[in-house]
């Protein structure tokens, strides 16, 4: 079992001991939204897989929350952002702009980019690089601004 899916079972475990049943719905969903793609893939994830499918949990989080502050609905919005924030714990930390753009320069200046053309490739390494600590947004904006 990989350690991120026993961390969230320990995690499960502790919010139920501490009634912490916000916490608690919110890792179960999380664990449902794991087992369900275990399910199908007739496979065990591993820890990128299940960052990935946690990644994915909070962008829906803060994207729900984006259109409940907009609908006026701050009750709705408040619990979709305290949900994200729980996701979050679970994922690396995020690389800052600057570190982000500092290896944007390095792979364009290794794989030679030098327009809008090579925009595709340099958001592949760099992903390949920095894998979830960085937004893939995010990656292809400051891509696109470099080679502009």
């Not at 320990?10 to 999380?30: C, G, N, V």
């Not at 982000?100 to 925009?119: N, P, R, V």
């Not at 992903?127 to 292809?140: H, I, L, P, Y």
Request: net charge positive; glycine share 4%.
């Amino acid at each position: 079992m990989s350690k991120l899916k026993e961390k969230l079972q320990q995690d499960l475990k502790e919010a139920m001991k501490a009634k912490d049943t916000f916490k608690r719905e919110t890792i179960r969903f999380l664990m449902s939204a794991i087992k369900q793609v275990e399910v199908d893939e007739r496979k065990e994830l591993t820890d990128d897989d299940i960052l990935k499918i946690i990644q994915k949990s909070a962008k829906q989080r803060e994207e729900a929350a984006k259109q409940y502050r907009e609908a006026d609905r701050p009750d709705l919005y408040e619990k979709e952002e305290a949900e994200a924030a729980i996701l979050k714990t679970y994922l690396p930390k995020q690389l800052d702009d600057n570190e982000l753009k500092a290896i944007i320069q390095e792979i364009i200046s290794k794989t030679g980019a030098s327009g809008m053309k090579d925009m595709g490739n340099v958001i592949k390494a760099v992903m390949a690089k920095v894998g979830s600590a960085a937004d893939g947004k995010r990656v292809s904006t400051l891509v696109k601004e470099s080679l502009s």
